[in-house]
Every structure is written in structure tokens, then in C-alpha cells.
């Protein structure tokens, strides 16, 4: 069966970091060609775009409350995305979710969980003292 897997969370003091990351699972799926986002949703929430990386030109996109904190990469040797974290906050809590399109979304509608075909189970990710 066709999955993503998310890995890499866990519980991190604040300004603490932690790196995620986002395989393929059951099917031969070369992440390269698809566009890879990064996704959270905390305990009564919606779920909220974190960050894309573009399989068309490799740009990356950030929500602005993660900017400067968060950064997106793809490694095709062992087709995994990651997201690297840091200087966490206690708002980053949520379970973080990667996800992939089959068509780029772009800068208009990256954070658009309707673009995206799978998803992951995802990871929880607690930032507290």
C-alpha cells in the first residue's frame, strides 16, 4: 500500500531542535517528482501548512510563524524530505504531517491541504520544560 512515513519527533525543551523526516513506504515512489509538504495540526486546531519544497525547481516555501526556524531539504540518494526545527516553541506542539502532490502546487496554494494526493500518520512533536 501506498504511505509516507513521518519520523523524528518526540519531546524537546524549548529552544531545543529536532529534525523530521518523511519516507515512502510499500510502493516504489520517487519523492523527487512529487512536491513535499510539511504539515501540523495541535489539539483543536486546523491543520496548517509548515513548509513545501516544489518538485518543478526545488524552491521552498515557509509559513511565516516557522521562518528563519525551519528549513525543508530533500536527500534523492535515500529519497527522504526532511524538516529540520529550531529554537523551538511550546506553540510548535501539533503532530506534524508530510505530504505529496502529484502536480506542484506553487507559491498560491502550497499550504492547501486539498493539493496534496498522500499522506503520512504522522509524528508528535511536544515542546515543553
Do not use: H
Request: hydrophobic share 35%; proline share 3%; net charge negative.
Amino acid at each position: 500500500q501506498e504511505q509516507l512515513v513521518e519520523s523524528g519527533g518526540g519531546l524537546v525543551q524549548p529552544g531545543g531542535s529536532l529534525r523530521l523526516s518523511c519516507a515512502a513506504s510499500g510502493f516504489t515512489m520517487d519523492l523527487d517528482y512529487f512536491a513535499i509538504g510539511w504539515f501540523r495540526q495541535a489539539p483543536g486546531k486546523e491543520r496548517e501548512g509548515v513548509s513545501c519544497v516544489s518538485s518543478s525547481d526545488g524552491s521552498t516555501f515557509y509559513a511565516d510563524s516557522v521562518k528563519g526556524r525551519f528549513t525543508i531539504s530533500r536527500d534523492n540518494a535515500k529519497n527522504t524530505v526532511y524538516l529540520q526545527m529550531n529554537s523551538l516553541k511550546p506553540e510548535d506542539t501539533a503532530v506534524y504531517y508530510c505530504a505529496a502532490a502529484f502536480f506542484d502546487p506553487g507559491s498560491s496554494s502550497w499550504y492547501d491541504v486539498y493539493a496534496y494526493n498522500y499522506w503520512g500518520q504522522g509524528t508528535q512533536v511536544t515542546v515543553s520544560s
